[in-house]
């Protein structure tokens, strides 16, 4: 099919340049709200009384029609834009004339791609919720089950798995409001906005924005064409929930290693050794764990396109777009096997304890010499210190616990046995 937009060139596109600059390809991602686009421009023209009533029908039939069938678009098809003009101009060849009576490729991709922005960025926040909800019940079932945490993975503290799960839930919901959040700018409708900048045609934008869902329209035709800042403001928290996940599954295969061997993977989500028989490897968190710098490389990817654009639309906005697309399917990927993850997780409850024997909540004792006896912090920090140190030495005796009393101009204040149940 010849392109219909042609007629200021002699010559038709080298077939080799138009297939390395087609966006056939990807334009697969956006072909459903392409066609609910056009088909709502469609009938604006006729409620403008620039499209008879009978020609809207077909056209609308014919978009129909290629939503159920769903065809590959050929790959030296310039667009999904000029494919459907294309299709039209064959079954409602009026309607396929005034197509692009005050409509623009440059607007009607933006607005295309919001539309599908929106619909997958709810699909990914209602997940974010699943998977909030595994932690929580999971977190609530393992309330009283004693957990160490570290920092700089040394053992810090005394807590539960409960609390540690706790934490993820509370990093995933803050993502998931600055997610919806920056989702604003999806709401804003460029249509009528037309090529750059604005056009003569009676385009009724509000009724274009009722028809398609968006809850305002622009006010700067040249932004809403050409501006992309809003798939940024996107990828970010896509990438901050990425992290969260990576930070999550880092964890999981360290606990899961017999050094530590405080949690077992479960066996749906690991795998074994072609060699080493012995093995369970947890290779789902360890491919969940790349995921925020592939996210982040997409983000990387996007900013460094938008780096150097002029205002007005240029073609290198066209290769942003399918960055988001695969963000999303990244972080949705990972959010359905966390949730697997979370809930078959088992815990070993004996080796967890064990990790929080003495002198793991040491500074309790040195709170406890503060607020009970009026010890300044800094020294009773010094007293907490040298005990855990005799505690990991094994030499921790009545004899030794007087003596690190007595070096800091102290009567004894505890036995043993008080301060092993302190700490």
Request: charged share 25%; hydrophobic share 45%.
């Amino acid at each position: 099919m010849d392109a219909p937009h042609r007629a200021a060139l002699s010559r038709g596109m080298d077939e080799e340049a138009a297939r390395y600059t087609s966006s056939a390809a990807f334009d697969t991602e956006i072909y459903e709200a392409t066609v609910y686009v056009n088909a709502a421009h469609i009938k604006m023209l006729e409620k403008q009384g620039l499209v008879s009533e009978a020609s809207v029908e077909k056209a609308v039939a014919a978009l129909k029609q290629l939503l159920q069938t769903r065809q590959p678009l050929p790959s030296t098809v310039e667009d999904i834009h000029i494919y459907l003009e294309q299709i039209l101009a064959e079954k409602a060849p009026e309607a396929a004339e005034m197509l692009s009576l005050g409509k623009s490729r440059n607007d009607a991709v933006v607005a295309a791609v919001k539309i599908e922005v929106r619909r997958r960025v709810y699909k990914v926040a209602e997940e974010v919720l699943d998977a909030v909800e595994a932690l929580v019940r999971k977190s609530l079932e393992h309330a009283a089950t004693v957990f160490p945490v570290y920092t700089h993975l040394q053992r810090a503290a005394p807590a539960t798995f409960g609390f540690i799960l706790q934490s993820y839930a509370t990093r995933l919901l803050r993502c998931y409001n600055t997610l919806l959040n920056n989702l604003d700018a999806c709401e804003e409708s460029p249509l009528g906005s037309a090529a750059v900048a604005g056009t003569s045609a009676p385009v009724d934008r509000e009724y274009l924005a009722q028809l398609l869902g968006f809850k305002r329209i622009s006010w700067n035709a040249l932004d809403a064409t050409a501006s992309r800042e809003f798939l940024v403001l996107l990828l970010s928290p896509l990438h901050a929930i990425a992290l969260v996940l990576s930070s999550f599954a880092e964890e999981m295969v360290l606990y899961s290693s017999e050094e530590f061997g405080l949690i077992q993977i479960p066996e749906e989500l690991a795998a074994t050794s072609s060699i080493m028989p012995q093995k369970r490897n947890p290779v789902v968190a360890e491919i969940m764990r790349t995921k925020a710098s592939e996210v982040l490389g997409l983000l990387a990817t996007v900013s460094g396109i938008l780096s150097r654009q002029p205002s007005g639309y240029n073609l290198d906005l066209q290769q942003v777009t399918p960055k988001i697309w695969q963000a999303l399917r990244e972080v949705s990927d990972s959010l359905h096997v966390l949730k697997k993850m979370v809930e078959r997780i088992e815990v070993n409850k004996m080796r967890a304890r064990e990790a929080c024997a003495p002198p793991t909540a040491a500074v309790e004792l040195a709170n406890h010499l503060t607020l009970k006896h009026g010890i300044g912090f800094r020294k009773a920090h010094q007293i907490a210190a040298k005990i855990s140190r005799s505690i990991a030495e094994k030499t921790f005796t009545q004899e030794k616990l007087d003596t690190i009393f007595h070096e800091h101009g102290l009567k004894p204040l505890y036995t043993v046995g008080e301060v092993l149940n302190i700490m």
